[in-house]
């Protein structure tokens, strides 16, 4: 018997009978007693939602939710976006990772074996164990062995890392599906940031012509001695101010196309390339019944949330076979000679087999410190899905309120610009007529444009609110068409799944 810091080995001179009675009878010595969680994941329906998220017989967005906008160019942005993109290559990457761990914990599960070859050449000595002729002389040996081992796996030690290890790659293959609905969700966000500068430029490319439309009426009013200088260069002013508002406009569309190049995970050239965007309203918002608990399933980063939980339970599974004995049955058979001409005789073989039993008895509170960090592991990711369940129903929701109230908006802003319109169109008749000051035709005009922006702001806030919506909802993931739904109603709590009775 051979006794080891925290491991006690039990060698092939004792019978298997008398080996795991000698384990089973130290076992106990280094338990698990008072560490525990009573954690949980929460239930949408413990959050009150049915106010802020009320039944609308709405549907839950598609994956082909960019086309409801009515331009064809950006749903072919998002596919490029999303088929060679560096952003979508790491997540993927990622993924294979994660299979490669979990293939790994698989092989656990099965037989190992292997085999060798060795030769070595060597000169014994005279006066050691070998006498002369062979002490002396040079000699070689052969050895050809072939071994096997199996873990017999009795408290599930292996079968919850490799539960462990499937659910992670669950958790990367999650996180992809969150990184793509991000991503789409950004090009068309930029896309739609695009579209408010090409509209913005049109209104100050119009304001410009207005600029010197009063140019050319200062111009008369001078002349007919109605003006003085003092207007003339007040109207030269406005026109260069306009044309500065022009250019900046021009700048940020050219900046606002490098970063869709970048989105599309090309050079700042092809957002060069892209096409002014002809962006419409988009489908009538109306929110999907049963909301909040099918919220979890067509969410990634809560689908996400939900396998590291499940992967932190087995994580403390596995924890918790460590305090238990392990089992390992082992074999080798092969043949060992000096020189060649016996290696291959009956008499040159060596066979050995029995059975190895690992079983901690002290260690210092190692193996209680490790289970106590699986249980803050599992703690911190039932907290992670509940504040990721909660974020999400107040993202839909204020994405929902943020709508309602820029429709509400969008009417009144409506009525301020063509009042702002008529004003600015009666005070430009009443200037031309000699009845009104520059001044006021020019306050007139800047409570136009002002309404005139609000408007088109409001537009493109709203379009941007339905897509931030529409990514809120799940962008059209749903985890049972990807193989990621859960399994059952909520990974099972470690505490109530023990793998074995301490």
Known sequence: MKLKPSV?????????????????????????????SDKHIAAPSSYEASESLPTEGGKWPSLD?????????????????????????????????AAAFAGSAKSALYPNVSGSYSWSREIESDNALFPPPQGGSWESENTLLTSASFDLDLWGKNRARLQQATSEQKVEEADMEEVRISLAASVAGTYNQLARLYVLRDIAQRELSNREQIERITNGRVGAGLDTNVEKQTAIGDIATQRTSVSNLDGQITTVRYELGALLGAGPDRGLQIAVPSLGKGDVVALPDNLPA?????????????????????GVKEAKAEFFPDINLSAAAGLDAFGWGRLLTASSRQIAAGPAIHLPIFDAGALRSQLKGRYADFDLDV?????????????????????????????????????????????VVRYSSGLNEQLQVLNADDNRLAAEQAVANLDMDRRNQQIALIKALGGGFDSEKSNLAATTDAPASPHHADTASN
């Open 8 to 36: 006690l080995r039990i060698g092939s001179w004792a019978t298997p009978l008398a080996t795991a009675a000698a384990a089973l009878a130290l076992a106990g010595c280094v338990n698990y007693a008072g560490i525990k």
């Open 383 to 427: 907290a992670n899905y509940n504040k990721t369940l909660i974020d999400a129903l107040s993202d839909v929701a204020t994405q929902v309120s943020l709508i309602h109230s820029t429709d509400k908006q969008q009417v009144d802003a409506q009525q301020a610009l063509d009042a702002q319109t008529k004003a600015y169109r009666l005070a």
């Open 294 to 314: 099918d919220l979890v399933s067509r969410r990634p980063d809560i689908v996400a949330a939900f396998w590291r939980v499940d992967a932190a339970t087995h």
């Open 65 to 97: 939710w960019s086309e409801q906008f009515g331009d064809p160019q950006l749903p072919q942005l998002i596919d490029e976006a999303l088929k060679d993109n560096p952003t979508i290559d790491e997540a993927r990457a990622r993924i294979d990772k």
